[in-house]
């Protein structure tokens, strides 16, 4: 039969609870601080992709305009 785990001695004093408050609330801010920079590089990567698609809108936009000048001193 199994035997329940004995419970281990603490190894030193326990902090305090403004000694706890305080590492949550730096935890939190870390946290904080990293949720931001992933929603950054989230922004960053989608506005990358905004750009790349309105650099190839227009470059299609020129080649048609072309195109058209083309049809259009062709039928002249």
Known sequence: MLKP???????GPEPSI???IE??????????RAELELIKARA???ADDYLRAG?????AA???LA???TLFVGIA
């Not at 785990?5 to 603490?10: G, L």
């Not at 590492?23 to 904080?32: K, N, V």
Request: net charge negative; charged share 20%; aromatic share 12%.
């Open 23 to 32: 590492r949550l609330f730096d935890e939190a801010l870390d946290y904080g």
């Open 67 to 69: 195109g058209i000048v």
């Open 62 to 64: 020129v080649f048609a």
């Open 18 to 20: 403004g000694d706890l």
């Open 44 to 46: 960053i990567d989608i």
């Open 5 to 11: 785990a004995e419970p281990q001695p603490p190894s």
């Open 55 to 59: 650099i190839l809108f227009a470059i």
